[in-house]
């Protein structure tokens, strides 16, 4: 599986940005997918995840901005991010994991994901 993310860029403060992640294969209901953010400095951060069901699960800090969505059709995981602030300044990365059949287990650690993209850079201006 490969995974390529795009949509990052420098926003101001308050702005949005929707980033993409392209997938090799399809977004079936077999992946458990997710975004991760890692600031320099600070270990990486699981934003949000969404099942093979659609089931969907962020991280508090991101609640209520950040909407994780996918389009089976076009293999394609998305991030709506909204009102973001300098605190989300951060490399963003795709993940997908096909051991669970689609779910997308809690206990599940945030570098063991099976595959990863390179990144894309986002950056929140004040």
């Known amino acids: 599986v490969q995974l390529v993310e795009s949509g990052g860029g420098s926003v101001q403060s308050g702005g949005s940005l929707r980033l993409s992640c392209a997938v090799s294969?399809?977004?079936?209901?077999?992946?458990?997918m997710g975004w991760f953010r890692q600031a320099p400095g600070k270990e990486r951060e699981r934003v949000a995840v969404?099942?093979?069901?659609?089931?969907?699960t962020y991280a508090d800090s991101v609640k209520g901005r950040f909407t994780i969505s996918k389009d089976n059709a076009k293999y394609t995981l998305y991030l709506q991010m909204n009102n973001l602030n300098v605190e989300d300044t951060a490399m963003y990365y795709c993940?997908?994991?096909?051991?669970?059949?689609?779910?997308?287990?809690?206990?599940?650690?945030?570098?063991?994901?099976?595959?990863w993209g390179q990144g894309t850079q986002v950056t929140v201006a004040s």
């Open positions: 294969t399809s977004t079936s209901s077999s992946y458990c």
């Open positions: 969404i099942s093979g069901d659609g089931g969907t």
């Open positions: 993940a997908a994991d096909v051991r669970f059949d689609g779910f997308c287990p809690a206990t599940l650690s945030n570098m063991a994901y099976e595959f």
